[in-house]
């Protein structure tokens, strides 16, 4: 049962019926439902004038969360709230709700007097923060809001800061400069006092916040280009191990000193400070010389290493011997037999660098009992243009080695991707039937030897078969094959059923497809599937749950569910959790300095748990240790989880935080791709004694 059908029931059982749920209840019920009319928000209204803070600001991120710009209204009252965590949530809310040029002048507008009125500083920073992040169009709003904001940064003069006002605005600015720097950049008076707030000291009780502080404004000042050689200076020699990965990343632009403070993060303690900075020198100063480079192949953090191999990749200089190079990746290659990940790398670096030892090497490849290193197989054989060993890899077993195959041939346009992509189309993957349905794109649209009715046809039953499995992560796939079919023969009647289909985006597009193809009274009608239903009793059951994950041969993680701010994520995680779902499933993706995800049955971005999940996205930012459900956009997750390794604030308010990690950082930490979950409990812990049962 969907939750909107959850909320009607409730509503048809009989005014008393529903009345006399809770009134969190019926809250949370309109949020999950997505309440549209006036009678499933009457719920949010009524949390509204509760004279319980808790539950108003349940109900001003619920309406938040609805991304409608004619709420904007209902939640102005709000703003002036007698609670200050009323007032931030309400804040935040209105931000969600600044949607086209009207919503965008009501929210900023609304928010802009709050800021004049506000003194509480911790509101004002979630003022200042939200008011950066609203999607401006016209350079007279982002200056009018950066003049607003920037008014708080010190100066070398400040005789006093007041700590949460600061940071929100830092926020805030780093929002304003990534969203809407094209449009208007920050101006010289904002940039100097950034970089005196990356100079602030305070309390030892105010360290993280300070840390904070420089991370973000020295983000703000990277976006705009404001980096000089003292903050450089300052941010390798900063004691936040994040500040100083930043600085890192801001020597990729042509800074005074660049290469001197590169060689200091090369040295650093922190592997995510040194990654950073081998990621900068691959970008910058590799030209020179290759010789850093090859020295971190030996780093003893592998994911150092592996970036080291891969830069090894993209050459050295013509004046400097090869000899060096060649003689470390054939040193990792002879690891084959007892690691992959540092092999698998290595292959791919010699086909670009050495592709006569590169074939050589290859066979060994081909046939590998691990799928990941096939799969690095077909990448290295299409650097070398293999078509062979691509022919056989596109027939693997595992369909992750096919679709890399795939997208192989298809990018050497062969035409042997056109046979290979229609076998495909009979596989139950449905990252490899998107790749295979853009290698059809690709080629002609009658090829030789192929009839567009073979391809028609082919095309329908697949989609007729994906169908059928009746989940809505096949949306990808789906809306895929159906662009193809748009330009194929007209064959309305194959389209028809899917006007009523379970995914209304699927719906959509096969009524646009008969509508351009003339035909009349094409209008969807889809009938969603059931999904998980929710209720207040098993959202209050995991108040104080934790989940571990231990991790074949790393040892284990814990996380704590944050249930106010994502009961729906959470309650989905921890129900898949106990039936087992995630055990033997791996972390597919690994991208160091940004996250870890995994939790897909196909260990690959498009095959997850269905139904989607809908987004819970709130106040909780991406910050390092903090977990995510991955989405391929609103409301479309299918319980992959991601963990944020780094600060991510460009993540906020667009994916859901629903737990975070509270032991067992260094095991996430030292994660490698294909690294596999033995298990997830679930621990409770008990009220009285602190203690898991």
Not at 168 to 197: C, D, N, W, Y
Request: glycine share 8%.
């Amino acid at each position: 049962m969907t939750a909107y059908a959850s909320l009607l029931i409730a509503m048809l059982a009989g005014p008393a019926v529903f009345q006399n749920l809770p009134l969190t209840e019926r809250m949370l019920l309109a949020e999950d439902s997505r309440a549209q009319t006036e009678a499933e928000l009457a719920p949010l209204r009524e949390g509204l004038r509760s004279p319980d803070p808790k539950v108003r600001r349940q109900a001003a991120r619920a309406i938040g969360r609805l991304e409608r710009a004619e709420l904007i209204p209902l939640l102005t009252p709000t703003l002036n709230d007698t609670d200050a965590d009323v007032r931030i949530e309400a804040a935040n809310a209105v931000g969600q709700l600044a949607r086209g040029p009207k919503g965008v002048t009501a929210a900023k507008n609304r928010l802009l007097a709050r800021a004049r009125l506000e003194r509480d500083p911790r509101v004002w920073g979630a003022v200042a923060a939200t008011l950066g992040r609203i999607p401006y169009t016209t350079a007279t709003d982002v200056q009018q809001v950066e003049t607003a904001i920037a008014g708080v940064l010190p100066t070398p003069t400040s005789a006093a800061v007041r700590l949460d006002e600061v940071l929100g605005a830092v926020e805030g600015l780093e929002s304003l400069a990534r969203q809407s720097g094209k449009i208007s950049r920050l101006s010289g008076p904002t940039l100097t006092g950034l970089r005196t707030a990356t100079e602030l000291e305070g309390r030892a009780q105010d360290a993280e916040k300070l840390a904070r502080i420089r991370r973000l404004a020295s983000l703000a000042l990277m976006v705009s280009g404001g980096v000089r050689k003292p903050e450089l200076d300052a941010g390798i020699a900063d004691p936040d191990d994040e500040v100083r990965r930043l600085a890192m990343a801001a020597a990729r632009n042509d800074v005074e000193g660049r290469e001197a403070a590169v060689t200091k993060g090369l040295a650093d303690l922190n592997p995510r400070v040194r990654f950073e900075a081998l990621q900068t020198y691959g970008r910058a100063l590799q030209k020179a010389s290759c010789d850093p480079v090859l020295a971190a192949v030996r780093d003893p953090n592998p994911h150092v290493s592996l970036l080291a191999i891969d830069l090894l990749g993209n050459g050295c200089p013509a004046a400097q011997s090869s000899a060096g190079t060649l003689q470390v990746l054939t040193e990792v290659l002879t690891q084959l037999p007892y690691a992959w990940h540092a092999p698998a790398h290595a292959l791919v670096a010699f086909a670009k660098t050495s592709p006569e030892e590169a074939r050589r090497a290859l066979p060994r490849y081909l046939t590998h009992e691990i799928w990941q290193v096939r799969m690095y197989a077909a990448r290295a054989a299409g650097v070398l243009a293999a078509l062979d060993e691509l022919n056989q890899l596109a027939r693997d077993p595992h369909d992750n080695v096919r679709e890399a195959a795939l997208g192989e041939l298809i990018t050497l346009k062969r035409p042997e991707a056109l046979p290979i992509a229609l076998d495909a189309l009979s596989r139950s993957d449905y990252q490899l039937g998107l790749t295979a349905t853009r290698a059809i794109a690709a080629a002609p649209v009658a090829p030789e030897g192929t009839e567009q009715g073979t391809v028609g046809a082919t095309l329908l039953t697949a989609l007729t078969r994906i169908t059928a499995e009746r989940r809505e992560t096949s949306r990808d796939v789906r809306m895929a094959i159906l662009g193809r079919i748009e330009v194929l023969p007209p064959q309305p009647e194959a389209l028809r059923p899917y006007l009523s289909d379970f995914d209304p985006a699927v719906a959509s597009k096969a009524a646009a497809i008969l509508e351009g193809w003339g035909q009349p009274g094409a209008v969807a009608s889809p009938r969603r599937l059931p999904s998980m239903p929710i209720t207040l009793s098993a959202v209050d059951a995991l108040r104080h749950t934790r989940l571990r994950f231990t991790m074949i041969g790393r040892g284990a993680f814990e996380m704590r569910l944050l249930m106010d701010e994502a009961p729906v994520s959470a309650l989905r995680v921890v129900t898949r959790a106990r039936e087992g779902y995630y055990n033997g499933l791996s972390f597919h993706r690994v991208a160091p300095n940004f996250v870890v995800q995994g939790g897909s049955p196909g260990a690959n971005e498009y095959m997850g748990d269905g139904p989607y999940m809908r987004d819970e996205v709130g106040l909780v930012s991406h910050r390092r240790g903090t977990v995510g459900i991955s989405t391929r956009g609103r409301d479309t997750g299918d319980a992959q989880i991601f963990i944020n390794l780094v600060d991510s604030p460009r993540l906020d308010h667009t994916y859901t935080v629903f737990a975070e990690i509270t032991s067992g950082m260094e095991v996430v930490d030292a994660l490698l791709e294909g690294d596999v979950i033995e298990s997830v409990e679930v621990l409770l812990r008990r009220s009285d004694t602190g203690g898991p049962h």
